[in-house]
């Protein structure tokens, strides 16, 4: 009978009269729903949130690597011997392309 005057009232018809205790039913089922959907929200979130800071430590430590092997490679490329090296590696080069 409650949901029935739930609908009518919804579908812009007249709505028959709530039992006495209807408006507090109602009510306590939307609280309670509320309640439901808001602790559902949390623990979506917490999932959320522990799956991020994985990636996050995952990305961190991927940087940091990123950012050692670019020093290494700027102290090599910067070094005396990559430059003086330069024309033999070309030649290199040249020989695989004819091959």
Do not use: K
């Amino acid at each position: 009978r409650l949901a029935g005057a739930v609908r009518a009232a919804a579908a812009g018809g007249p709505a028959p009269p709530l039992p006495p205790d209807g408006m507090e039913t109602l009510r306590e089922a939307h609280d309670a729903l509320g309640r439901q959907l808001l602790a559902e929200r949390r623990a979506l979130q917490a999932e959320l949130d522990g799956a991020l800071r994985g990636s996050r430590e995952e990305a961190d430590r991927l940087r940091s690597e990123l950012a050692a092997a670019r020093a290494a490679n700027e102290q090599i490329v910067g070094s005396r011997t990559w430059r003086y090296t330069q024309p033999v590696r070309d030649t290199l080069a040249r020989v695989r392309e004819r091959r």
